[in-house]
């Protein structure tokens, strides 16, 4: 006769327990093993959440002017960044309009080498053309921290290892919502109060790590994704269509015709976008074109301009254009996952929200460990009373029956 389950020695009840254990264990070790990286990764994503307020705070002489007036030409612009260029003889690889009012311009020049590429910006006052200094990507802090942020500043290796975390970090916090899932089937004080005294460590874990569990699944992905967009990129595109920003693009007269200036390329641009608001350019090529870019109001990263516009430089003809309005499914998809992750899809508001949960590791970190720590102090204390042969009470210490 089949044996009910209450004559199975309860087996169908061990099952879920078992797995809960594994879970328990899974989050306990992937904490406690690579939790610390978990933390570096959220204090300096939220240190970048402001990076160029913070960068202009740092630096004023060199990113702030107090000049003000008429501002002057692009062209002179451009000129004033190659002659004070310390590299010399380069042309400007693009350049970066001021990013508040009293901001400067940004122009940037490409240097060292295929396998190793180094990327200056020189720095020019819109008022006045002159140089306020110039530095290189990756040695100024804020960009130290964001290779620190990226890929550990250890290149290629650092990204892996970054990239292997978020999905560490994925794994983890699934499996707090795991954990955390049947004391909200129990109520929603279990869920979700902090009591003080011995229960305050736990407490403060499992509520503050249920808040920020959507947030946290969001930024590790995002993360991830940014770390291997090859991967991503491969499979998205055998899904489903994707478009890319037109290349090979050539002047259509000889390059000893008239030359449109950066200015007039910029105001034919503008033409196709009235309202859009004017953001970086690629100043003329070998091929004799510019690329020119805008942002338009309904575009969701407001850091880079999306909307490009190819003019030739000799003829002043627009030679094709690449905007939001021509994304498909999979481009908007890809263009999401940075203003995502950073937070400025959602303006101010997703960039506090981004900075706030990027400090959730840390209260993570510190409170599972003292649980972690708390755990195994009374298991030691009862070995160490147990060696010694001390007894409490008067008592014996009986054996325990354990079952097998």
């Known amino acids: 006769m089949a044996r009910t389950p209450e004559q199975n020695d309860g087996q169908p009840h061990r099952q879920p327990i078992r797995l809960r254990k594994l879970w328990i264990i899974a989050h306990r070790w992937l904490g406690l093993t690579v939790g610390l990286l978990f933390v570096l990764i959220g204090l ?43 590299g010399g003889g380069e042309s400007a690889l693009s350049l970066s309009k001021p ?55 250890a290149g ?39 009591r003080t005294g011995s229960r305050f ?18 930024l590790a992905f995002t993360g991830i994704y940014m770390e291997f967009p090859q991967t991503f990129n491969a499979a998205i595109e055998a899904i489903a269509e994707t478009t890319e920003s037109p290349e090979d693009l050539k002047t259509r007269a000889p390059k000893s015709s008239i030359t449109y200036s950066p200015d007039e390329a910029i105001v034919i641009a503008q033409k196709l976008y009235p309202d859009a608001r004017f953001d970086h350019m690629h100043p003329l090529n070998e091929h004799g074109v510019y690329e020119v870019a805008f ?33 498909t499914a999979a481009d908007v998809f890809r263009i999401w996952q940075f203003p995502l992750h950073s937070g400025e899809a959602f303006g101010l508001f997703g960039r506090l ?52």
């Open 353 to 404: 929200v981004v900075f706030l949960t990027g400090l959730t590791p840390a209260v993570l970190y510190v409170t599972g460990c003292l649980l972690w720590w708390r755990r195994r102090k009374p298991r030691n204390t009862t070995q160490k009373t147990s060696r010694t042969g001390k007894q409490d009470d008067n008592k014996k210490i009986r054996p325990v029956q354990t079952c097998s």
């Open 99 to 153: 990013r508040v009012k009293n901001g400067v311009w940004s122009v940037w020049f490409s240097s060292g080498t295929e396998e190793a590429p180094s990327f200056t910006a020189v720095h020019v006052d819109p008022y006045t053309a002159n140089v306020t200094g110039e530095r290189v990507w990756g040695e100024y802090l804020m960009s130290w921290i964001y290779r620190l942020h990226f890929r550990l500043v």
């Open 295 to 327: 942002r338009q109001e309904h575009e969701v990263q407001t850091t880079f301009g999306r909307t490009q516009v190819f003019v030739d430089g000799h003829t002043g003809e627009v030679l094709a254009t690449y905007t939001p309005e021509d994304f």
């Open 44 to 86: 300096t994503g939220s240190i970048l959440v402001f990076d160029h307020a913070i960068d202009e705070w740092l630096n004023p002489e060199l990113l702030l002017t107090e000049k003000s007036g008429e501002t002057q030409p692009v062209a002179n612009i451009i000129a004033a960044a190659e002659a004070g260029y310390a």
């Open 156 to 194: 290629v290796t650092g990204g892996i290892i970054v990239g292997v975390v978020g999905i560490m970090m994925l794994i983890s916090v699934c499996s707090g919502i795991l954990l955390w899932w049947p004391l909200f089937k129990n109520g929603w004080r279990a869920a979700f109060a902090i």
């Open 201 to 218: 460590n736990y407490d403060l874990h499992k509520t503050i790590g249920i808040a920020a569990s959507g947030l946290l699944l969001i």
